[in-house]
């Protein structure tokens, strides 16, 4: 029965350990991020106060408000996982936690028991007692090492009993730790949301001053922000005799959208807008290679380049990027997540990426959409 709870107290020592370190792991990448994208708002933050008053800097400003938005968005659900992670932990400290309070109990209770039945045996029939009724000298030897063997157990409960009060003490500083981190992540979210708000009134308030060509010439200035940055005449060259892929065409259609629960709107050119549900997987349309990823200077965002064949599929606006250049893709596997963007007229968050397809040279003209129709 003792080595039993001997093992239980291990395991859930070494459990407890290894969850705890994963997670701090988590956390701090969390913690980075955060720090990142607060820089980040500090900086538009500054760059913002520094425009002059009037109609020239109105719509200067709302495009960085557009994107101070964005950022704030970001740091929600960043900041918002990290809130998630830490509920988790709290869960976990406090339930280690109990089961070592409980195991401690335990422990207590059987060596009081010990201690009750060795003054009993004192009581009744006293040591000495014991050794000088033995038949012969093997049998006081025997009595004697068994003595000493139960003194020896004492021993090892007494050990074990502080080995594990010291166990339920840390991890009730730890629970109390991230009790109060998640509290302090809270109230960060509290305040995030209320900036977001006075960010967006006052980036309405410029919308206000323009007039309806200003507010046209606006949206495209911000779109262009979110084109695809990399010379795709470039990639064209890279591409080559590329066979991952090769058997997709200009005729290639019935495909899946690139984002998942998306749908689909025509752009310009050859591209597409394809809308989603927040935190939704982007995927590849078809098998190929990942030939470029880039991160968007402007927004922070990810444009990635496949490879199908000769032909090129690209994704700009992801949020995140699962995969790495030069590695080979499955058709429909995951590349990545959808990326958040600010509608300039309501300043409501939308998430959406800019699918393009691009043909082996620029006389084949193709629309991004005609590879989803059926």
């Known amino acids: 029965m003792m080595k039993k709870l001997l093992l239980t107290f291990a395991l859930l020592f070494s459990v407890g350990l290894l969850a705890a370190q994963t997670t701090d792991q988590k956390i701090e990448a969390q913690r980075r991020l955060i720090a ?5 708002i500090a900086r538009e933050e500054q760059e913002i106060s520094k425009l002059k008053k009037g109609r020239a800097s109105a719509e200067e400003t709302v495009r960085r408000l557009a994107r101070q938005i964005d950022s704030r968005n970001q740091l929600l659900d960043v900041t ?15 339930g280690t936690a109990d089961s070592l309070a409980t195991l401690l109990a335990d422990y207590k209770a059987r060596y009081a028991e010990m201690v009750r039945e060795a003054y009993r045996n004192y009581k009744h029939n006293n040591y000495l007692t014991y050794l000088f009724s033995s038949s012969d000298f093997k049998q006081v030897t025997r009595r004697i090492t068994n003595l000493r063997e139960v003194a020896a157990m004492r021993e090892r409960q007494m050990e074990q009993i502080k080995s594990l009060s010291e166990e339920v003490a840390a991890q009730q500083a730890l629970l109390a730790d991230r009790k109060y981190s998640l509290d302090s992540v809270k109230r960060s979210l509290t305040s995030q949301r209320s900036r977001l708000q006075k960010d967006a ?71 597409a807008e ?46 995140a990027v699962s995969v790495a250049k030069d590695a080979k893709v499955a058709r429909n596997q995951p590349i990545g997540t959808i990326g958040s963007s600010v509608n300039v007229m309501t300043m409501a968050s939308e998430y959406k990426i800019v699918f393009g397809i691009y043909g082996p040279s620029p006389k084949v003209q193709l629309r991004a959409e005609d590879c989803f129709k059926k």
Do not use: C
Not at 36 to 40: A, S
Not at 80 to 94: H, S
Not at 252 to 271: E, I, W
């Open 36 to 40: 990142d994208l607060e820089k980040q």
């Open 80 to 94: 918002q996982k990290d809130a998630d992670k830490l509920e988790v932990e709290v869960a976990r400290a406090n």
């Open 201 to 271: 009134q006052a980036a309405r308030a410029n919308i206000k001053q323009l007039s309806q060509k200003e507010k046209k010439a606006l949206q495209q200035k911000i779109a262009q922000e979110q084109k695809l940055d990399v010379a795709i005449d470039e990639l064209r060259k890279l591409v080559k005799g590329n066979t991952e892929g090769s058997s997709f065409s200009a005729k290639t259609s019935n495909l899946r959208l690139p984002v998942v629960g998306g749908s689909v709107k025509r752009y310009k050119g050859n591209m």
């Open 274 to 319: 394809i809308s989603g549900p927040k935190g939704a997987q982007v995927i590849s349309i078809y098998e190929g290679k990942v030939v470029e990823i880039k991160r968007n200077r402007i927004t922070n965002k990810y444009d990635v380049y496949i490879a199908h064949g000769e032909y090129i599929s690209s994704y700009a606006n992801l949020n």
